[in-house]
């Protein structure tokens, strides 16, 4: 079975630092996704990971992947308030010609003027 | 605005009823994948259906039930219903393989089920 863990699980930080939050996988998977939830709203797509060493950045997130390590990051620099969501990262396994996606338990970003 | 549509947005029903949940998803998208999301579960993955066809199973319970029509929006039947099954439902769809990004999920508002 496919697990997926995120860490940390809660992240409050100031505005204009640095900081990367992990998602490691237990399974072999080379496609991989982050998502970000604001409260009360829907999931939006981020970044979709096809394979090993894959990076891609979208303003002041980055995310990598290394499926050697079954370790994705997602990096956040100069951190803004409009950064504070809930970002989950969410791993597909496929099995048997079927895919299974799994998502971590999410971070909980805050971002501290 | 994700393209991905669902109704109602609010459901508020007792234990042991049936209820149904209906996405359309965006134009093109012949994927439809259904999610629970709750504070003790966390977000997980039920069912998605392809073409009109099952294509993968999560953590489905017995007592729900999902279909493709052939217009590709999608039901979720959620049935004897039980307090646990309180949670946020998302649907999403994505591409048809070939179109590009073709894993990328867009998701929907959500459907906010409250069983009483």
């Known amino acids: 079975e496919l697990k997926v863990e995120q860490n940390p699980l809660f992240l409050s930080m100031q505005e204009g630092k640095n900081y990367t939050i992990y998602c490691n996988y237990s399974?072999?998977?080379?496609?991989l996704y982050w998502y970000r939830q604001d409260p009360g709203k829907s999931l939006e797509s981020l970044f979709v990971?096809?394979?090993?060493?894959a990076v891609k950045q979208e303003g002041r997130l980055m995310a990598s992947l290394d499926t050697k390590a079954r370790l994705s990051t997602l990096h956040i620099t100069a951190a803004v308030h409009d950064l504070s969501a809930t970002y989950f990262c969410?791993?597909?396994?496929?099995?048997?010609?079927?895919?299974?996606?799994?998502f971590g338990t999410g971070t909980k970003l805050q971002v501290i003027p | 605005d994700s393209g991905v549509t669902q109704t109602p947005k609010h459901l508020i029903t007792a234990t042991g009823q049936r209820v149904t949940l209906r996405c359309s998803p965006r134009s093109g998208d012949l994927s439809v994948y259904w999610y629970q999301q709750s504070l003790d579960q966390g977000l997980q993955f039920l069912i998605q259906y392809y073409n009109g066809e099952e294509r993968a199973k999560g953590n489905i319970l017995e007592r729900f039930s999902a279909q493709q029509f052939p217009d590709l929006h999608s039901e979720l039947n959620l049935s004897s219903l039980e307090l646990g099954d309180s949670a946020l439902y998302f649907c999403a769809s994505s591409p048809a393989p070939g179109q590009g990004a073709w894993d990328e999920q867009f998701f929907g508002p959500g459907t906010r089920l409250t069983v009483l």
């Open positions: 990971l096809l394979s090993n060493g």
């Open positions: 399974t072999t998977s080379d496609r």
């Open positions: 969410a791993v597909v396994l496929n099995s048997g010609g079927y895919q299974k996606v799994t």
